[in-house]
Every structure is written in structure tokens, then in C-alpha cells.
């Protein structure tokens, strides 16, 4: 491995930390940003560093929220409090809601679950999902979850978890590919995989 000064290194080391990105791109993005005006890599920092501070995040469904308290979705009355669609990511919240074929709400469970990587069930906002279907009058749980390893297991401890709260579990239908991510289905596919869900039992 090269060595560079530890400024760089350090620079490297984080990036390497971004989903999908080794250390080759790490590098390719340090070098580019070194030929960056200095004007452009402050705005660059201080963007980074605003992120905390000027994201709140939902108490109910853990989606972003432009003010502190309830995000838009759950405190819209004239959406099905009765359905919960379960998401892993944020991001996968915004590409169902773009599908304008769902009017419930829904929950962000922060990732799945991963043990070799350290993502234990208690790591994810499963707890507060069921605290949250015993308060309210929740019918059903749609689990919108990727059809991948990961995301097959964390369905599996779910159904365990959610089926003594006696209410219908569905899954999104077949028609997002295995391995593919639902940040990546088109409408049209999402919207048939929403309309053809099937229960779970
Ligand atoms: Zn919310």
C-alpha cells in the first residue's frame, strides 16, 4: 500500500467507510479534491458538518423531518393509520411515496439485520415498531424489505416478532429480482409489487 501524508490518509480512510466505495475510488476522489479550489472544499467540509444539525428525525417512523417532531407523512390525518409499510432506508420510503400507490405510513427500520457486520435486531428500530402497532390500531405490515440475504433474514426475525401482535404481515410480490434493490425498481414494477402483495404466514 502507498503511503501518503496522514492528512490524506485520513481523508482516504473515510471515504473508504461510503457504501460501495474501496480504496481506489477513495483515492481517486482525495487526488481530484486536492485540485479543487479552496473556497469549493470549505462549502464541501461545511456541508458535511451541517448534516447533523439541520436533520431531524421522525420520533415516530424514523424518516427524516424537516423540523423536529412528526415528519409530514404521519402527521397527514388523511393517511391509513391502519397500514405500516416497514422500509429499511429512508431512500426506500421516498421511491415508494414517489409511486403515489401507497396512502399509509410507514416505518424505517435503520438497515437489516447483519450480524457478521455487527447488526444486531436491537441496532434497528424494531422495538419501537412493535411499541408502536400495540399503541395504535395497525392492521397490517407490509414488508417492503430488499430481496437480498440480509433482507430475507431480517423478514424472518420480523415474522416471529410481529406474529404473536395478531395482525396480517404482507410482503411486497415477487417481480423485484433477487439481489436488486428497491431503490432501483421502476414505478411501474414497485406499484404492481405494492398492489400484488401477499400475506405472510
Ligand atoms: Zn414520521
Redesign the pocket.
Given at each position: 500500500m502507498l503511503s501518503y501524508p496522514p492528512t490524506i490518509n485520513n481523508l482516504i480512510e473515510s471515504f473508504t467507510k461510503l457504501p460501495g466505495i474501496g480504496r481506489k475510488t477513495a483515492e481517486r476522489f482525495v487526488f481530484y479534491l486536492l485540485k479543487r479550489p479552496k473556497e469549493e472544499l470549505y462549502k464541501f467540509s461545511q456541508d458535511l458538518a451541517q448534516l447533523h444539525e439541520s436533520n431531524y428525525i421522525?420520533?415516530?417512523?424514523?424518516?427524516f423531518?424537516e423540523a423536529e417532531g412528526?415528519?409530514t407523512?404521519?402527521?397527514n390525518t388523511n393517511r391509513n393509520q391502519a397500514i405500516i409499510c416497514v422500509v429499511e432506508e429512508s431512500h426506500d420510503l421516498n421511491v415508494i411515496e414517489s409511486t403515489g400507490e401507497f396512502n399509509g405510513?410507514?416505518h424505517v427500520l435503520g438497515g437489516n439485520i447483519d450480524p457478521p457486520e455487527g447488526i444486531t435486531p436491537d441496532k434497528l428500530t424494531i422495538h419501537q415498531l412493535t411499541e408502536r402497532i400495540q399503541k395504535n390500531n395497525v392492521q397490517e405490515i407490509i414488508l417492503a424489505l430488499n430481496p437480498d440475504i440480509q433482507g430475507e433474514g431480517t423478514i424472518i426475525h420480523l415474522k416471529n416478532v410481529l406474529q404473536p401482535l395478531n395482525i396480517k404481515i404482507t410482503l411486497l410480490a415477487r417481480g423485484l429480482p433477487m439481489g436488486s434493490d428497491i431503490e432501483y425498481a421502476d414505478e411501474v414494477t414497485l406499484t404492481n409489487a405494492l398492489k400484488g402483495r401477499q400475506e405472510l404466514k
Open positions: 421522525c420520533p415516530v417512523c424514523f424518516n423531518s412528526l415528519c407523512i404521519c402527521s405510513l410507514y
